[in-house]
């Protein structure tokens, strides 16, 4: 079996595998944001681009804007100021792409949503509504002693009611990697 926490950076919940002799030092988190034609192959050319030069995406949500024909995605991944420059250069380059930011330069929004699955006894549903109530969290399925709740907010946020589900059978947990937005009047679009 792989030992995959070798080489990994205490960044939250993000440890990015590094390659050997790099200075840990001076890896960073980075947001970007990307405006991209709505097209067969263009998340591929993306997500190769980043295999291609050996850098991980730690996140990747991607949806169509309010114009149908055009996609915003945010990456979440890992770099120097030097390899961040680099890969918002390549993204430039990709003929799908119109536009691209780093939203770690300047203040910004994150948010992420989460769908837990939990096995709850009768006896435990009251503390567990409890949780979620405090969580600002919504029970939105309830199928015998199995609960389903929604939960949005930073990562650290869904990190820690995760962390409060000590003692719960926990079934099934699926995250949808961050949302970012400028704060103010800077803006991503066409």
């Known amino acids: 079996m792989l030992d995959r926490t070798r080489d990994r950076l205490p960044a939250g919940r993000f440890g990015p595998t590094l390659p050997r002799g790099i200075d840990k030092g001076k890896h960073m988190r980075h947001v970007i944001a990307v405006l991209l034609e709505n097209e ?7 997500a190769n681009l980043f295999s291609a030069r050996g850098y991980n995406i730690e996140a990747l949500s991607v949806a169509p804007t309010d114009d149908e024909t055009v996609s915003r995605m ?66 939105i399925d309830v199928a015998g002693d199995t609960y389903t709740i929604e939960l949005t907010g930073t990562g650290t946020k869904l990190d820690a009611f995760v962390d409060n589900l000590q003692g719960y059978d926990l079934i099934e947990v699926v995250r949808s990697g961050p949302l970012a937005i400028a704060r103010g009047g800077r803006a991503l679009r066409v």
């Open 40 to 46: 067969a192959g263009a998340l591929s050319r993306v």
């Open 74 to 139: 945010t990456i979440v991944t890992q770099g120097t100021d030097e390899i961040i420059e680099q890969i918002t250069k390549q993204l430039n380059k990709l003929i799908d792409v119109i536009r691209v930011i780093d939203l770690t330069e300047s203040a910004h929004i994150e948010r992420e949503m989460m769908l837990v699955k939990v096995a709850v006894p009768r006896e435990e549903n009251g503390r567990l509504g409890q949780l979620v109530e405090i969580f600002r969290g919504h029970v």
